[in-house]
Each structure stands twice: as C-alpha cells, then as structure tokens.
C-alpha cells in the first residue's frame, strides 16, 4: 500500500552518518545511498521548529534546486518528508566556505587562481540568469569549496532568499 500511494522512507534509501554541521531548525548529516554508495549530505529540517515563512522559504529553495543541473551550483537528489521532518538529500561538499577558505590562506591566491573561482561562480550565476532565477544572498559564505585543496572548485549553495523571476 506503501508504495502505490508514493510513500517512502529516507531509512529505505539512505543510511545516515556523523553530523557535519547544526543550524537553527535541524543539523545536517553525511549520508550513504544504500545501493549506489553515493556519499550525501542530508539536511534534517524539524518541522515544528520553522516558521510558515520559513517553510516557504524552504520550499521555494528546493523548487530552485529542482531546476538546477550546473556543476557549480549544489545538487538536490531527493526529498523526503514525514510527520515530523522535511530531508533534503544534496551533494556532499567536503570543503570549507570561500571565506574560511581564503582566511586559511590569510586572504593570498594567486591572480590566476582568483580569476579561476570567480569565472566559475560567473558560469553559475549566468546559469542561473538563463532560467530566471536570481540568488539574492551570494555572499562568501554562500560558496563552498569541493575540498581544501589549491584546485577546489567553488559550488552555490543557500538558496533560500531565491527568487524566480522567469527568463528575460
């Protein structure tokens, strides 16, 4: 009965792993697909604890991340939602954010290397533009870095206050 009315349960696919990080309305945990063995982060959003403004909010960040298929902009795989928590299943970013990331360098990149990440952040807004959608909180802290290394890419992430403007 389960499956012919679309339910499922996160627990079916994913198994969960330590905290990475905690946050107002939830915390965020590494996960594992159980066939693929992908590695995810999953976002575990307390109902209860959100506001309806923040929950549209939410909502309007997933529509977004629906829509968006580009390698500098964080991936949504699923979503999942019960009674009493909303689970958003993204990319795993094992890096910091573009401002630890630059403090733990005391702020020197190498021109070349500065030109590299903004071109790439450049790519994702314009991606962004193409379907109408404007970020509307880009920030340093709103970049993660795929690793710590020097060839770490940055990807988008936090979008939250997005907004879908449509095309043109």
């Known amino acids: 009965m389960k499956e012919s009315s679309g339910y499922s349960n996160i627990h079916d696919y994913y198994s969960f792993g330590e905290v990475l990080g905690k946050g107002q309305f939830g915390k965020v945990k590494k996960g594992l697909h159980k066939k693929t063995k992908l590695e995810v982060a999953i976002k575990q959003i307390k109902k209860k604890k959100i506001s309806t403004t923040e929950m549209e909010m939410l909502r309007n960040e997933i529509e977004v991340l629906k829509m968006c298929k580009h390698p500098i902009i964080v991936r949504l795989y699923d979503v999942f939602e019960d009674r009493a928590q909303i689970y958003i299943v993204m990319d795993l970013i094992k890096g910091p954010d573009l401002y630890v990331y630059l403090k733990s ?64």
Do not use: W
Request: proline share 3%.
């Open 105 to 168: 360098r005391k702020f020197q990149l190498s021109e070349q290397r500065i030109k590299f990440v903004h071109f790439k952040i450049c790519q994702a807004v314009q991606y962004l533009q193409k379907f109408g959608v404007m970020h509307r909180d880009l920030k340093l802290q709103n970049i993660m870095m795929s690793d710590d290394s020097e060839t770490a890419e940055p990807k988008l992430v936090d979008f939250g206050f997005a907004k879908i403007i449509g095309p043109g």
